[in-house]
């Protein structure tokens, strides 16, 4: 949800056709690792399918180091196309910066030098865990649409794995934005004495239908991409990827990360190309669209997008659990809930309804920002603050 | 925007794939005329290019009598995927009933015992008036993709010669909702003298750079359907139409067009079909999307739905005339002008701008509805009492 389209230049090798868009994105066995760690999970059970199961290799980063009483970890949950790289810059195998260098890095409110901070990419994602574009066990041929529809609660059972392996008892906070404060409150449900503290950013604890109706018209963009081919797309002959279909579900998912009143101040009417009066011209809002579905077809794969979608769908903390508050009731630890108050995706209700469910007077924490739902990364002072509060809290309570 | 989901059952016949839908629904010369009487324009001009005409023929109907003093013609403009067929029930060469009988109709606030009433399928449209679909008039096949790029400005200009033809030289009253209601100003930037009372529901004087990003998505979609074939899909072989990228396009609208309180208190996250875990269960909601965007497809043209695009795209009442204020400098006529609380499409501060735009103090009448956009369809109350005194006001004038 990263925006620097100041920085963008249409690519007229690609306008031209000459460097076509990858299939997928995804990272691959025997691709650069980067900062990546790599965990093997055997037989990872599945939500959807009592008799399911998946083994899966988790990617995650890790910065600074647990000490010796291992109460400083912090887990970082990434968004719905976010991965392990919350801190850092691009390259050398990541193909964007640290997603969260406002917040998480040496010196910032969640400090590395101070805090064992620990981010893995969802299973079922494409930067480095086990997920569609990877090869099945069996035949060695991508799983693509034979990969399971996995739920939250499956990746939090992985991030519980690495937990485990990492030696982390209980952490000192589990914080997310958007789908990864989704995670947060499952960590909290499932497993509320290993989490001291939870950060729920413009989040909800139960996907509403307004957000399913914004999901559905992206599945169905991205099945209509005749390069999608039922989601067996990876080895066709003519390399072609299901690009346009991922982009335009970009571009409706990221309208609804975006605020009115922010796109009508920064484009308004102006054209980008030509006269928009002809069929061949274009306003600087539809190019900025154009941009974003781009570029998210150059570092993301379909396949993984729908999963997110549906596992996104299908979060709902209180089921099988008799509700929301009966989920939540054992979670002892402190909890902070962040509204942006211009989000239209995740609006204050969503969070004003989590905040209720939780135990304790929990107050929601609204920020001010012009911009929507992606104001969590673009405007970060009140966030910070609000980070930085919770971890004196936690820290006081040790 | 019609809404009577609840009368819906999936149509077998169609999922197994044994009655196709059309290429397109579009009325075509010699289907049933129904209630539609046509009129002949030659060599309307296009704003989009100064040497550019068409010879269109428009469908229109009529309700009621032009009196002696001809006083009492009341111009009702219809939305994005209306048509002539305000007032009435379907069947005989009508795919729709009416789709403003609430406010239309014998008795009704806009009495066709009283008023003479008027309204025009626009050109470019798919409902009578000469659209993509119909033959060019050179080689007699479809237009498709040769099909001009109108603006909402030729639409009206079509519209005067209508008013000329039924020899009104003057409306009582404009009236639309939505790409209706921008008809209704732009008539009175237009034509001041010929419009004593304009009424803007819903609607907007510029269109927005949110509402282009909506629309950016739906036009992508189309596009991207294989069956879409640039526009010229009237004659494929196998006879298929896009109505995948249609329906998506629809999908897209018909969630921006209620709101989030409704579609959560309506649907939640009740499921429709299976379980919403698995891969093949659905959510209510989903299901919700579905028949509108199948209904749609089943009663539509997607080559006019993306000229009706594109005609809102380029919607800008100031345009070329100084600005808005300036361009409405002339109107001494009344105004109304409705907001629903509820519309994210069309928010209230679009309302705001418009009036603050007319001359005289002209307020914003905020009609209450949990719909959103669509509440001037379905809670229809205010918007009557509010149309009622509106022409009352009208009348004393005479």
């Given at each position: 949800m990263d925006d620097d389209y100041s920085s963008w230049v249409p690519d007229a090798e690609v306008e031209e056709g000459l460097r076509p868009l990858p299939a997928s994105a995804?990272?691959?066995?025997?691709?650069?690792?980067?900062?990546?760690?790599?965990?093997?999970?055997?037989?990872?059970?599945?939500?959807?399918?009592?008799?399911?199961?998946?083994?899966?290799?988790?990617?995650?980063?890790?910065?600074?180091?647990?000490?010796?009483?291992?109460?400083?970890?912090?887990?970082?949950?990434?968004?719905?196309?976010?991965?392990?790289?919350?801190s850092g810059v691009a390259g050398d195998g990541h193909l964007t910066g640290g997603w969260w260098n406002g917040l998480v890095g040496p010196g910032r409110p969640i400090d590395t030098d101070r805090y064992f901070v620990v981010c893995a990419n969802v299973v079922g994602g494409c930067q480095g865990t086990t997920g569609p574009a990877h090869p099945h066990p069996v035949d060695g041929l991508p799983?693509?649409?034979?990969?399971?529809?996995?739920?939250?609660?499956?990746?939090?059972?992985?991030?519980?794995?690495?937990?485990?392996?990492?030696?982390?008892?209980?952490?000192?906070?589990?914080?997310?934005?958007?789908?990864?404060?989704?995670?947060?409150?499952e960590w909290a449900a499932t497993f509320p004495e290993r989490v001291r503290a939870i950060g729920a950013v413009g989040t909800t604890a139960e996907t509403t239908a307004e957000q399913i109706a914004w999901n559905a018209a992206q599945t169905a963009a991205i099945r209509l991409d005749p390069a999608f081919r039922g989601g067996d797309y990876y080895g066709a002959a003519d390399g072609a990827g299901p690009y346009l279909g991922l982009g335009i579900a970009r571009a409706i998912a990221h309208t609804t990360y975006r605020s009115e009143q922010e796109l009508d101040a920064r484009f308004g009417r102006r054209a980008q190309i030509g006269d928009p009066l002809a069929p061949d011209g274009m306003f600087a809002v539809e190019s900025y669209l154009d941009h974003h579905a781009d570029k998210l077809a150059r570092r993301f794969d379909a396949n993984s997008y729908l999963r997110m979608i549906h596992a996104v769908n299908t979060h709902d903390v209180g089921r099988g659990r008799g509700g929301l508050a009966a989920a939540l009731a054992g979670f002892e630890g402190d909890a902070l809930v962040i509204a942006i108050d211009s989000d239209r995706l995740y609006p204050l209700s969503n969070s004003e309804r989590l905040a209720a469910a939780l135990p304790g007077a929990v107050e929601v924490t609204v920020l001010h920002s012009d911009i929507g739902h992606d104001g969590f990364l673009v405007d970060s002072t009140g966030l910070n603050d609000a980070v930085e509060g919770l971890l004196r809290r936690v820290q006081a309570r040790v």
């Amino acid at each position: 949800m990263d925006d620097d389209y100041s920085s963008w230049v249409p690519d007229a090798e690609v306008e031209e056709g000459l460097r076509p868009l990858p299939a997928s994105a995804a990272w691959l066995p025997g691709d650069e690792p980067g900062r990546r760690q790599f965990l093997a999970i055997e037989g990872l059970p599945l939500e959807s399918d009592p008799l399911g199961w998946i083994d899966v290799t988790l990617a995650y980063e890790t910065w600074g180091h647990l000490n010796e009483a291992r109460d400083n970890a912090v887990y970082v949950a990434h968004a719905f196309t976010g991965d392990s790289h919350v801190s850092g810059v691009a390259g050398d195998g990541h193909l964007t910066g640290g997603w969260w260098n406002g917040l998480v890095g040496p010196g910032r409110p969640i400090d590395t030098d101070r805090y064992f901070v620990v981010c893995a990419n969802v299973v079922g994602g494409c930067q480095g865990t086990t997920g569609p574009a990877h090869p099945h066990p069996v035949d060695g041929l991508p799983w693509g649409s034979r990969f399971p529809w996995l739920t939250l609660r499956d990746m939090v059972q992985a991030e519980a794995h690495l937990a485990d392996h990492l030696g982390v008892d209980s952490w000192a906070l589990v914080i997310g934005p958007s789908m990864g404060g989704m995670r947060a409150v499952e960590w909290a449900a499932t497993f509320p004495e290993r989490v001291r503290a939870i950060g729920a950013v413009g989040t909800t604890a139960e996907t509403t239908a307004e957000q399913i109706a914004w999901n559905a018209a992206q599945t169905a963009a991205i099945r209509l991409d005749p390069a999608f081919r039922g989601g067996d797309y990876y080895g066709a002959a003519d390399g072609a990827g299901p690009y346009l279909g991922l982009g335009i579900a970009r571009a409706i998912a990221h309208t609804t990360y975006r605020s009115e009143q922010e796109l009508d101040a920064r484009f308004g009417r102006r054209a980008q190309i030509g006269d928009p009066l002809a069929p061949d011209g274009m306003f600087a809002v539809e190019s900025y669209l154009d941009h974003h579905a781009d570029k998210l077809a150059r570092r993301f794969d379909a396949n993984s997008y729908l999963r997110m979608i549906h596992a996104v769908n299908t979060h709902d903390v209180g089921r099988g659990r008799g509700g929301l508050a009966a989920a939540l009731a054992g979670f002892e630890g402190d909890a902070l809930v962040i509204a942006i108050d211009s989000d239209r995706l995740y609006p204050l209700s969503n969070s004003e309804r989590l905040a209720a469910a939780l135990p304790g007077a929990v107050e929601v924490t609204v920020l001010h920002s012009d911009i929507g739902h992606d104001g969590f990364l673009v405007d970060s002072t009140g966030l910070n603050d609000a980070v930085e509060g919770l971890l004196r809290r936690v820290q006081a309570r040790v």
